[in-house]
Structures are given as C-alpha cells and as structure tokens.
T-cell receptor, first 114, second 112 residues
C-alpha cells in the first residue's frame, strides 16, 4: 500500500540534544511538508520541499532543519535551538505544491523533550 | 495573511443526530477552503474542498460543506452522525502562494 511512514511514533529526548524525525513516502510525490501540532492550535508549517534538493521555510522554521536528498525521504531535525520542541509532528506529501493535489499525511511522531 | 476561526472547541452529539461545525475565514481574495478530519494519534484526512463553482460541496463519509462569501464561512455538516465520526475536525484556508492556514480544530464526541 502506498503511504507515508513516520517513525518512531513516540520519541523522548533530553533538553539540549538534537533529534531527527523520519518521514518516508512511496507515493512518488514531489512535494513534502512538515507540520507541528500543539493542543488547541491548528497545524503550523515548519518546512516544505517542492522537489529533491530544494526546500523552503514555513511559518515556524526557527530551531528546525531539513534535507531532501531523495524524493521519498524528508527528515526533520529538531535542534537544541528550538525553544519549545515538545509537540506532535506531522509529515505530509502531495503530487506537487498545488491545491488540486491533496495532502496525504503520515500518522505523526510525538516528541517529548524533558 | 489569511486566518481561520473555528468557534467551537468541543461538540457532543448523539449518534444519528445531525452535526454542524462552524468555520470562519479571513482572506482578501477568493479563498481555497478545506475540511480535514483527524482520528486520535493519526494524521489528517481530506474530507472536502472548495475552490469555486457550486457553493455546496460534497465530500467523503457523507459530509458536505457550504461556502457563504457574505458570511466568510465554510461550515461542515452531516445529516446523521455515526460513532466512527468521533474525531477532531480542522478547517483550513489556502492563499495564492499555496500556504494553508489551519484552524485550531473542533473535537467531536459522539454519544450512544
């Protein structure tokens, strides 16, 4: 079955450590996205990538970094510079960055930093 | 910049009853509007979208939404709710630069 795989489902880290969240898709989509979800708030866009080796900052990119070396993979690194990293992180993909291309979401990674 | 308001944080509805979730948006141009549903611990799934044309749009799982430009609203409805409709629902508006802004969500509880 085609889809988006995010791993792990739960992740625990100590403050001051960088952590990388995995996102893999086998939908052959060009565009990939990372969103952050906090209780009582909507999703906020961290980074997105329209094509391999290209990515743009979203609304809350500070303290995060990404890479897009392969079409199917878009890992997100939460750095120690991110002031409030505990959240639910969602990866998504679409055929292209276009409203006629609906977003397909993974099941998310819940990151807890103590 | 665009924004979305979902006035209801939590709604409880009886199984078989009708459901209406409110969404108000702010955007200067013609909006691209979406409703997504999220089951606990899962990603989001697109229910329906509106770009132009008929202001009443049909989606999956028996949902529909009506765009009312004069009220800047895009409310989601379902005539008869099933227990499996218990989830969190997000309204989103898109701008011309293909960035989506999501509302804070409405949690729906279905009682037997």
């Amino acid at each position: 079955d085609g889809g988006i795989t995010q791993s792990p489902k739960y992740l625990f880290r100590k403050e001051g450590q960088n952590v990388t969240l995995s996102c893999e898709q086998n939908l052959n989509h060009d565009a990939m996205y990372w969103y952050r979800q906090d209780p009582g708030q909507g999703l906020r866009l961290i980074y997105y990538s329209q094509i391999v080796n290209d990515f743009q900052k979203g609304d809350i990119a500070e303290g995060y970094s990404v890479s897009r070396e392969k079409k199917e993979s878009f890992p997100l690194t939460v750095t120690s510079a991110q002031k409030n990293p505990t959240a639910f992180y969602l990866c998504a993909s679409s055929i292209r960055v276009d409203y006629n291309s609906p977003l397909h979401f993974g099941n998310g990674t819940r990151l807890t930093v103590t | 910049a665009q924004s979305v308001t979902q006035p209801d944080i939590h709604i409880t509805v009886s199984e078989g009853a009708s459901l209406e979730l409110r969404c108000n948006y702010s955007y200067g141009a013609t909006p691209y509007l979406f409703w997504y549903v999220q089951s606990p611990g899962q990603g989001l799934q697109l229910l329906l979208k509106y770009f132009s044309g008929d202001t009443l749009v049909q989606g999956i799982k028996g949902f529909e939404a009506e765009f009312k430009r004069s009220q800047s609203s895009f409310n989601l409805r379902k005539p008869s709710v099933h227990w499996s409709d218990a989830a969190e629902y997000f309204c989103a508006v898109g701008s011309n630069d293909y960035k989506l802004s999501f509302g804070a969500g409405t949690t729906v509880t279905v009682r037997a």
